[in-house]
Each structure stands twice: as structure tokens, then as C-alpha cells.
């Protein structure tokens, strides 16, 4: 069973902002599920619940760089603006 090759084509296929409204919807589930099964909601949890839903995401969302780009959106990108000069 190969999963690299798996994870990689799932990693292609999902952006930052996916991935970041998956986590925060996560943690909203996860503290909900909380709540029901007796957790105390007092500030304290609220502000960690909300610590845990917005820090990650946003530090992803400012070290996460896109790839760069590729051989073929490079001569695409020199042929139009060859062609725009005409």
C-alpha cells in the first residue's frame, strides 16, 4: 500500500482556505461535542477554544507559500507578453 503517493495528490487538490475553514470547523465540532457531554463553558475554555481555532490557520496562511511556477506557465506567460507588444 503506497500513501505517499496519495497524500501528495490530496495536498495538491486542497488550498489554504479549505484547509483552514476544515480546522476551524473541526475545533467549533470538537468544542461543541464538548459542551454536550458536560464541559464547563466559561471564558477561560471560550477563549482557548477560540486560540485553537484561529492561531493555526493563520500562521499556516502566512507560511504556507504557493509553488512556483511551473516551466510551461513561465514560456506562456513570456509568449503573451511578446505577443501583447504587437
Partial sequence: MDLGGTYDRFMMNISREKLAMVWCAAILVLSAVAVLAGASLTVGNGFLALVAAAVPPVVMMLIWHPPPPTV????????SAKGDRR
Fill in 72 to 79: 510551461a506557465e513561465l514560456l506562456h506567460d513570456a509568449n
